[in-house]
T-cell receptor, first 116, second 114 residues
Framework: DTGVSQNPRHKITKRGQNVTFRCDPI?????LYWYRQTLGQGPEFLTY????????KSRLLSDRFSAERPKGSFSTLEIQRTEQGDSAMYLC??????????????FGQGTRLTVV | LAKTTQPISMDSYEGQEVNITCSHN???????ITWYQQFPSQGPRFIIQ???TKVTNEVASLFIPADRKSSTLSLPRVSLSDTAVYYC???????????????FGKGTKLSVIP
């Protein structure tokens, strides 16, 4: 399978704990995005990487959230001191930019986080 | 980014053509119109993108009038498997210099009835 892969698919954690999600983009894609989606809403942009550089961060990304893409391949999203309001689906997407053109974004199946 | 307005939900019988219209009155000159489909517990999937007139691919057609203040996604002969949420987005383009940041609204929940 050469699509975007996210792990784990589901995560249940107690309030106050830290969690980390992983995203493996399509291999030739140099752009990687994180989105968050709550029930009944469309996905909301969180952050974006081009290769290993984090170029955009939404104001939704509080200081408890951190994302990395250390070698320009996979990415991790960490949430520290989780709160019940962090319960959501966390989606990763990737796209390719070559010769000034973007491909469309391809999404993974997401990680569903439940904070109890 | 231009705001979009689309119906919250639509119902259709199997085999019918479905047209979902999206309003984007404040669309900018350089903005493209993109539609995504999302099934429950899955990430969104790109359907089609266009700038003006008509675009057709193997999945859908996209009609954009001359003023570009609205667009219509047309799904021919829908089946039960087309039951999903459809999002209309404005502002991204293949040739944009910036990121491919997507701004989703609440989408249109299409229910296909047997």
């Amino acid at each position: 399978d050469t699509g975007v892969s996210q792990n784990p698919r589901h995560k249940i954690t107690k309030r106050g704990q830290n969690v980390t999600f992983r995203c493996d983009p399509i291999s030739e894609h140099n752009r990687l995005y994180w989105y968050r989606q709550t029930l009944g809403q469309g996905p909301e942009f969180l952050t974006y990487f081009q290769n290993e550089a984090q170029l955009e961060k939404s104001r939704l990304l509080s200081d408890r959230f951190s994302a990395e893409r250390p070698k320009g391949s996979f990415s991790t999203l960490e949430i520290q001191r989780t709160e019940q309001g962090d319960s959501a689906m966390y989606l990763c997407a990737s796209s390719e930019r070559q010769g000034g053109m973007n491909t469309e974004a391809f999404f993974g199946q997401g990680t569903r986080l439940t904070v109890v | 980014l231009a705001k979009t307005t689309q119906p919250i939900s639509m119902d259709s019988y199997e085999g019918q053509e479905v047209n979902i219209t999206c309003s984007h009155n404040n669309i900018a000159t350089n903005d493209y119109i993109t539609w995504y489909q999302q099934f429950p517990s899955q990430g969104p999937r790109f359907i089609i993108q266009g700038y003006k007139t008509k675009v057709t691919n193997e999945v859908a057609s996209l009609f954009i009038p001359a003023d570009r203040k609205s667009s219509t996604l047309s799904l021919p002969r829908v089946s039960l498997s087309d039951t999903a949420v459809y999002y209309c987005l404005v502002g991204v383009s293949y040739s944009g210099a910036g990121s491919y940041q997507l701004t989703f609204g609440k989408g249109t929940k299409l229910s296909v009835i047997p």
